[in-house]
C-alpha cells in the first residue's frame, strides 16, 4: 500500500518555523543593537561649539605675543641697515678718490717705465747722450729712477689704503645682504602674522565692536550703535573745542552728533534736544551705543560703551576718551533712532 508523502515544497510545521524564526530575532535584535550603538554615539559625540569671544581676544592676544617681538627684531634689523648702508656709501666715497688715484699712479709709473726702460732713450735723452757730459748724464738717469722709485711708493701706499677700504666695504656689503634677508623674511612673518589676527577679529560676533582706542564691546545689537560706536571712538584724543562737531575736535554734544551722523541719524547740536530725541532706557536696560546724561540740567553727555564706560568729550583741556560714568550724577539714558 502506498505511502502518503507530502509534497517537496512542503514541510511540517514544527521543525522548519522555528530556526527560520530564531535567524529572523536574530537580525532584529542585531540591527537594535547596531542603532543603538550609532544613537550613542551619536549622542557621546560632543557638539560643536562657536569659541566664545573672550576665546578670540584669547587667541588675539596670543598672536599679538608673537607680533610685537618680531616688529621689534624687524626695528632692530632695520635700524642697523640703515647704519651699515651709510657707512657703506661712506667707504664708497673714499674709494672712489683712490681708485681714481691708483690709476693715475700706475699710468705715471707704466709710462715712465715704457719711456726710459722698455721703448728705449726718448729725443730729451739722445740729446743729453750728444752734448752733455757723462756725469749730467749719469744725474739724469738717477733722478728718473729715484722719479720711478717714488711714483711705486705713492702707487704701494694709495692701493694699501684702498684695498683696507675695499676689505671694508666687502664685508659691510656681505652684511648688508644678510640683514636685508633677515629683514624680508622678519617682514613676511609680520605680514603673516597680521593677517591672523585680522581673520580671528573677522570672526568675532556682528554684535561685537573692536576698535583701536576702546575696548572690546559685546552685545551691540544694532547697526546704528555699532556705527556711532567706531565713529566716537576713532576720535580718541582729538581735543575739546567749545561748540565744535567735529571732524578733528568736539564738545560733548558735538562728539554725540558726529557719532550718529555717521549711522545716519540726525542729533540736535544741544543736550537738551538730544534728551527728547531718543528713547527713554532704564539704567539696568541700557546698552552699548546709547547716550548718557549726566547732572539734573543734562548739561553733558556721553557714548555709553557697556561696563558703566563711556567715550565723551569732558572738557577744555582734555581730550575725547574713554572714561567711567561714575565720575559724574547720572541723569538717565536714551536710545536714539
Known sequence: MPVATMPPH??????????????????????????????????????YAEPSVDEIEAAIDKKWEQLEPTIEQYNKVRAQLKVNRKKSADLQKKIQPLALETELAMDRV????????????????????????????????????????NERRQLEGVTKVRDKYDAEKKKLDALIVAQTKQQNDLAAKKKQIDADIKKL?????????????????NGVVSDAARTAIRTACAQVG??????????????????????YKAAGIHL???????????KAIPRSEARPGDLVFFFSDLHHV???????????????????????????????FRRPG
Open 10 to 47: 512542503r514541510h511540517a510545521p514544527g521543525r522548519s518555523a522555528r530556526p527560520g524564526g530564531l535567524r529572523r530575532a536574530a537580525h532584529r535584535l542585531l540591527t537594535l543593537v547596531a542603532a543603538a550603538i550609532v544613537g550613542a554615539g551619536v549622542l557621546a559625540a560632543p557638539a
Open 110 to 149: 707704466g709710462d715712465l717705465a715704457s719711456r726710459y726702460y722698455i721703448s728705449g732713450p726718448s729725443q730729451e735723452i739722445g740729446a743729453l747722450l750728444v752734448s752733455a757730459k757723462p756725469d749730467t748724464l749719469t744725474e739724469q738717469l738717477t733722478l728718473l729712477d729715484r722719479l720711478a722709485a
Open 201 to 217: 577679529e573677522a570672526s568675532l560676533p556682528v554684535t561685537t565692536v573692536k576698535t583701536e582706542k576702546c575696548p572690546t564691546i
Open 238 to 259: 582729538d581735543p575739546y573745542v567749545w561748540g565744535a562737531t567735529g571732524p578733528n575736535s568736539f564738545d560733548c554734544s558735538g562728539l554725540t552728533q558726529y557719532a
Open 268 to 278: 540736535t547740536h544741544f543736550t537738551g534736544a538730544q534728551w527728547n530725541e531718543g
Open 302 to 332: 556721553g557714548l555709553y560703551l557697556g561696563n558703566d564706560k563711556m567715550v565723551h568729550a569732558p572738557r577744555a583741556g582734555k581730550p575725547v576718551n574713554v572714561s567711567s560714568i561714575n565720575t559724574m550724577p547720572v541723569a538717565g
